[in-house]
């Protein structure tokens, strides 16, 4: 079960990727799109999320690739699909090398995407400094 104060430890822990992407997640605010870093929900501990799109970005790394933890992206991937949220994974090297590409990718689903009333938000409980 994911904790708050996992997550709060992980947001201050992001990864290079993560944190090269949140820096540019923040940008998108100027177009009404807001982000929640490494945010609990569900038992998981999302690394990005835009509840009123429902849209949940991961940052993969290699473990990412190993048989037993994609079984386990797959899971939870469906139990988030099941609450309306569309998942979409990025490994290191993408953002790494790619971001240009990773972040239209991401603006075009999210333009894509209604936007949910704010009562559908979960609350901001623990997510400390934005």
């Known amino acids: 079960m994911a904790s708050i104060a996992?997550?709060?430890?992980?947001?201050?822990?992001?990864?290079?990727?993560?944190?090269?992407?949140?820096?540019q997640l923040k940008l998108l605010r100027a177009q009404g799109f807001h982000f929640r870093r490494?945010?609990?929900?569900?038992?998981?501990?999302l690394d990005f999320v835009s509840f009123d799109r429902r849209l949940v970005l991961e940052v993969d790394g290699v473990t990412h690739t190993v048989e037993t933890q994609a079984?386990?992206?797959?899971?939870?991937?469906?139990v988030l699909a099941r609450e309306g949220f569309t998942t979409l994974r990025f490994d290191n090297a993408a953002v790494r090398d790619e971001l240009g590409g990773v972040m239209t990718a991401i603006l075009a689903r999210l333009e894509a995407l209604p936007t949910r009333s704010l009562r559908d938000h979960p609350p901001h409980e623990g997510e400390g400094e934005k």
Request: aromatic share 8%.
């Open 6 to 23: 996992k997550a709060r430890a992980m947001r201050k822990a992001l990864t290079p990727p993560e944190a090269r992407l949140w820096t």
């Open 38 to 45: 490494q945010a609990p929900f569900r038992g998981y501990i």
């Open 71 to 78: 079984a386990r992206d797959k899971v939870r991937d469906a």
